[in-house]
């Protein structure tokens, strides 16, 4: 998909349904053969669901759109940071869709959501990635994340 005319944008109840159907696309990558790819995502439903319900004021919802299709969002919530319990946000979902993926409009996504949040008070920004995600990490790194964190998990 050549993207000439992108407008990001906040989330609306109207997106509710392409936003939905997006985040199966986050297991879109090799994932750990001990992890099922909905899982990867429906916690992130749950979120999404509750915000549009207006449960979760916390978060701020964009998405990205193209000749009136949405094809990315990000929901991001506002939270302390983990250590220092500074004023944070951290990115729950970032997620473009397969036309529009090596467009752009992932790192549009993210640029806007970083923005949303330092003007809502964060002070720096987290996210997760699993390890095997490599596209996604470069990309981070590019955007200029960097690696602080590592989780271990041993099935028992």
Known sequence: MAITNMLIRDGTS???????????RLA??????????????????ALLRRWLAGDAAQCLVQVAVVNDTVVGVTLTSLRPDLLSHEPSAHLEVIVVSAEAEG?????????AAEQNAREHGAQAMTLHV?????????????????????RYIKLL
């Not at 109207?14 to 997006?22: E, F, P, R, S, Y």
């Open 28 to 45: 879109a990558f090799d994932i750990p053969a001990h992890r099922k790819a909905e899982h990867l995502w429906s916690g992130d439903a």
């Open 14 to 24: 109207a997106d509710a349904d392409a936003m939905l159907a997006l985040l199966p």
């Open 103 to 111: 467009s752009g409009a992932g790192k549009a996504l993210l640029r």
């Open 130 to 150: 699993i390890s095997s995600n490599e596209r996604a990490r470069a990309i981070y790194e590019h955007c200029g994340y960097q690696n602080e964190m590592l």
